[in-house]
């Protein structure tokens, strides 16, 4: 498996619209398939925020995940953010996801970020075993989310 930035990957924006369609409009019920086509595409960059990286297995891009400078309801004021991880159902288990957080951190680190941040549904576990902590609880768009933390500096 490799991962690599999706700006090298600008055929597959669709495919991942598609997932992040499926997985989270219960979220933005008034944006559409093409507003989350745009979203996607925005993160199609190297060097700046937003940006998204792939996983690929023999040429299939099997999952995603997304850096960026501000959460989109402006509402919490910690900067940036890891956004948009998804693996494909048939990949999961198989330390994909953990992977693209660890590219993803790693990418943050040569940035010079020091710190990043998230906010969770139901992920705490997942994440907490990647080193991250739980900072406060709170609602995004009325569904409640964990906010957490991890410190770059610190390796784990
Ligand atoms: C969450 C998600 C990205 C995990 O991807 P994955 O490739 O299956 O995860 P990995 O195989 O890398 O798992 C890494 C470790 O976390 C564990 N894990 C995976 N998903 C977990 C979950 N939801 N809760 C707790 N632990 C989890 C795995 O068992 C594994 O443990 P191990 O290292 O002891 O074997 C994937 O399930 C997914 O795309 N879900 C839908 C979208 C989503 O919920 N994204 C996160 C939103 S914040």
């Excluded at 992920?123 to 995004?140: A, C, K, M, N, Q």
Aim: proline share 3%; with cysteine.
């Amino acid at each position: 498996m490799e991962i690599d930035y999706l700006a090298n990957h600008q055929d597959t924006v669709g495919l991942i619209a598609g997932w992040f369609y499926e997985e989270w409009s219960y979220l933005y019920p008034h944006r559409t398939r093409g507003d989350f086509e745009n979203l996607v595409s925005e993160r199609s960059r190297k060097d700046k925020l937003p940006l998204a990286l792939v996983a690929a297995e023999s040429g299939t891009i099997i999952g995603t995940i997304s850096l960026k400078a501000q959460e989109v309801s402006k509402r919490f004021d910690y900067i940036p953010w890891v956004a948009g991880l998804y693996v494909v159902k048939e990949m999961r288990g198989r330390g994909v996801g953990k992977k693209l957080v660890e590219a993803l951190e790693c990418r943050a680190r040569e940035m010079g970020i020091q710190k990043l941040f998230l906010y969770t549904p139901r992920s705490e576990r997942f994440y907490s075993r990647l080193g991250w902590s739980i900072i406060g609880h709170t609602s995004y768009r009325g569904t409640p989310v964990s906010l957490m933390e991890k410190d770059l500096k610190r390796r784990s």
